[in-house]
């Protein structure tokens, strides 16, 4: 399954609704090639919503943390929003949790762009003990 990555806007943030797979070669050329389009636009805040991603590779791993960087380096930001457990599994494993802020709704990872409103981040240590009860 190919990497449909369609973008929104939510109160000035840039959401990126990816569906598929964030894996080697076109998926991963696509997701790289549209967060180098809004680091040359400037300082970004972009919300990855993760929901409908069924399989991250290692490439798409380092994928993720090469456009985390870029983005950084322009002043903007991105942000996990929706992940499976498999992938919440993965991003621990791989510890690119400390790397995202990690969110389990879209109105929290938007919220989390606006310092004068609540939110509540993903819980790992919730997740981890519930993890240990399955």
């Known amino acids: 399954m190919h990497l449909h990555i369609q973008q929104r806007d939510r109160e ?3 959401l990126l609704d990816l569906k598929g797979r964030l ?3 076109d998926e991963v050329g696509a ?5 180098e389009e809004l680091a040359k636009a400037g300082p970004s805040k972009i919300i990855l919503n993760m929901r409908e991603v069924d399989f991250i590779d290692s490439l ?5 943390v090469m456009c985390y960087t870029r983005l950084k380096k322009t002043g903007g930001i991105a ?3 929706q992940l499976n457990r498999r992938n919440l599994e993965l991003l621990l494993l791989t510890k690119i949790d400390t790397i995202f802020e990690v ?3 879209e109105t929290e990872a938007v919220n989390s762009f606006f310092p004068d409103r609540a939110i ?4 790992i240590l919730e997740f981890v003990q519930q993890m240990d009860r399955e």
């Open 79 to 81: 942000k996990l929003s």
């Open 120 to 123: 509540r981040r993903f819980d």
């Open 103 to 105: 969110f389990d709704d």
């Open 23 to 25: 894996v080697a070669g």
């Open 12 to 14: 000035g943030i840039t």
């Open 60 to 64: 798409g791993l380092g994928t993720m």
């Open 31 to 35: 997701f790289r090639d549209s967060i």
